[in-house]
């Protein structure tokens, strides 16, 4: 299993940017899908995540500014992440949790990260 993630780059304060991370491989089912972020210095946080059935979670500081979604059909997770703040200057990384056969086991996988940065 193979996760590629894109979308990010270099946006103004107030700007919008969305992020996607499509999965690909040996893939029977793919249950919670999460993105994940690390500023310099900073240990990895969980910023979204979404179940299987859609129900969604988010970090304090990101409710009403991001909307995580997936695409079931595209093995595919989004980030819309508008009204940027130079705090939410990262690399993103998307984390999925991948079933690989009927009735296997779960396996989390990573994606590479994508920088996001913030700055006028």
């Known amino acids: 299993v193979q996760l590629q993630a894109s979308g990010g780059g270099l946006v103004q304060p107030g700007g919008s940017l969305r992020l996607t991370c499509a999965a690909s491989?040996?893939?029977?089912?793919?249950?919670?899908m999460g993105w994940y972020r690390q500023a310099p210095g900073k240990q990895r946080e969980l910023v979204a995540a979404?179940?299987?059935?859609?129900?969604?979670n988010y970090e304090d500081s990101v409710k009403g500014r991001f909307t995580i979604s997936r695409d079931n059909a595209k093995n595919t997770v989004y980030l819309q992440m508008n009204s940027l703040k130079p705090e939410d200057t990262a690399v993103y990384y998307c984390?999925?949790?991948?079933?690989?056969?009927?009735?296997?086991?779960?396996?989390?996988?990573w994606g590479q990260g994508t920088q996001v940065t913030v700055s006028s």
């Open positions: 984390n999925l949790a991948v079933v690989t056969e009927f009735r296997g086991f779960e396996y989390h996988y």
């Open positions: 979404i179940t299987s059935g859609g129900s969604t």
């Open positions: 491989g040996s893939i029977f089912s793919i249950n919670d």
